[in-house]
């Protein structure tokens, strides 16, 4: 695996507890890898160090820099290392690595995921050169306040037509919080519920699913899927 030394070039802290960070490359001066793999963080420990994975949230053809989207963990060892980081600062990291990867199929790309899952979606969305490509982004959080990223999505939404996506709030009771033109991007409960109105409106075998997120989540909604009668061979996932 190859080693990049980087240097922290822009740090995006939002509003609740995920930031995204933006690595420049020193050397190599590139980074090549399939959109849905991850870099590793060699991060000091009480005996040496430690491994801690984190996918790409960028777009493989931006190919001098990457980012990522990083949640904290509150005691997280990981998670306290990476908040010292500060604009200007050199770090390394090895990689990339992981097979989590959107296949090259005409079937529509169903994305399901919670939390910081979103960045290798993202990276997925971020890299897509098909304009025909039919995707529909289903991404939970618990409430309208742990929010990010919405401007871009709208973006991206406003120019590419087959792109479709819905935030999923777990815990608020209603969408009270969220600007009255921005509903339609919204729904109340969890992802599972929010795409079984496309799973059932569409002819199976059509969708094609890709899940990222906390182990817990990851399974319950593979499972989810399965009693729901999608074939296992159309659900690649990458648990966290
Ligand atoms: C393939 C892969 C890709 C990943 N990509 C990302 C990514 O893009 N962004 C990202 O933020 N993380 C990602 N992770 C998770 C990441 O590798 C770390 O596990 C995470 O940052 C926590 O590490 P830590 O050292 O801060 O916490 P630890 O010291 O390992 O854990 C501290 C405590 O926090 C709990 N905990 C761990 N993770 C979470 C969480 N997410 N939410 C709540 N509690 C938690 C642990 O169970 C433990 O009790 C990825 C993991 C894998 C396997």
């Known amino acids: 695996m190859q080693t ?31 959109p849905g793999q991850y870099i590793i963080l060699k991060v000091p420990a009480e005996k040496g160090f ?16 990457f980012e990522l989207l990083i949640k904290r963990v ?17 770090v390394e990291f090895c990689g990339p ?14 994305f399901l995921t ?3 899952g979103i960045a290798p979606i993202r990276s997925f969305i971020l890299s897509n050169k098909d304009p025909a490509q039919s995707y529909h982004l289903f991404w939970g959080m618990s409430f309208a306040a742990d929010l990010y990223l ?13 792109f479709k996506f819905t935030v999923c709030l777990s815990k608020e009771p209603s969408l009270e919080k969220i600007d009255e033109a921005d509903r339609v991007f919204f ?16 002819p199976q075998n059509s969708l094609e699913f890709y899940i990222c997120g906390r182990r817990e989540v990851v399974e319950s909604l593979r ?13 690649y996932f990458e648990r966290y």
């Open 4 to 34: 990049y030394r980087t240097t922290l070039t822009k740090k995006t802290v939002f509003p609740h507890d995920v930031d995204l960070f933006h690595f420049s490359l020193n050397s190599p001066e590139t980074i090549i890898f399939t």
């Open 50 to 65: 430690v491994n801690r994975l984190y996918s790409i949230a960028s777009a493989s053809t931006q190919a001098d820099s």
């Open 74 to 90: 509150p005691g997280g060892l990981a998670s306290n290392y990476i908040n010292t980081f500060v604009v200007g600062q050199k």
């Open 97 to 110: 690595a992981g097979q989590f990867s959107l296949k090259n199929t005409p079937l529509t790309k169903v």
């Open 114 to 116: 919670t939390g910081t």
């Open 150 to 162: 919405l401007d871009e999505l709208k973006e991206f939404a406003k120019n590419a037509p087959h």
């Open 187 to 202: 729904s109340l409960g969890h992802v599972n519920e929010a795409a079984l109105g496309l799973i059932n409106s569409l």
């Open 223 to 235: 499972e989810y899927l399965y009693t729901h009668g999608i074939d296992r061979s159309l659900v």
